[in-house]
């Protein structure tokens, strides 16, 4: 059976993953120039070799509790668009089964469509956001 691999990342105590398809590099965390009548999740812009990116605080725009301690930035890239999202740390790449993903719960992911399942990895819970679907907000 093929295997996928996810970028597993925590926010607060939670893991969550990212298909490493969509992830370009993992970067230092560094102050970001707000963005006047930003949403809330939008922790600001930054300059990254000559582009500006968006960085998201995916902590509120998932609605997961506060970021403690050390940040790092995850910066993904979707059909050349190009997006941060600020994380605590990120702990490993895992390759799991394609198709081991399950569906979230509805319950779980009413008015969030950015969160498209969980995986059981290593007796953990994992749940995946489809980082692709932050860039539709």
């Known amino acids: 059976m093929s295997k996928e691999q996810l970028v597993i990342f925590r926010l607060g105590k939670e893991e969550y993953g990212a298909f490493i398809s969509q992830v370009r590099e993992i970067i230092q965390y560094q102050e970001t120039t ?3 009548n930003a949403p809330a999740f939008l922790d600001g812009i ?3 070799r000559g582009r500006v990116i968006p ?3 995916l902590a509120k725009q998932l609605q997961s509790g506060e970021l403690t ?3 790092l930035i995850v910066v993904i ?3 050349g668009q190009m997006l941060g999202v600020v994380v605590n740390e990120v702990t490993e790449v895992a390759a799991i089964e394609a198709g081991a993903v399950e569906e979230a719960p ?3 992911t009413s008015g969030n469509e950015s969160v498209v399942g969980i995986v059981k990895y ?3 819970l994992i749940i995946i956001v489809d980082m692709s679907k932050l860039l539709n907000k």
């Open 122 to 124: 290593e007796g953990r």
């Open 77 to 79: 890239e979707i059909d």
């Open 69 to 71: 301690g050390e940040k």
């Open 106 to 108: 509805m319950a779980l």
């Open 46 to 48: 930054i300059n990254l």
């Open 34 to 36: 707000k963005f006047p």
């Open 55 to 57: 960085i998201i605080h």
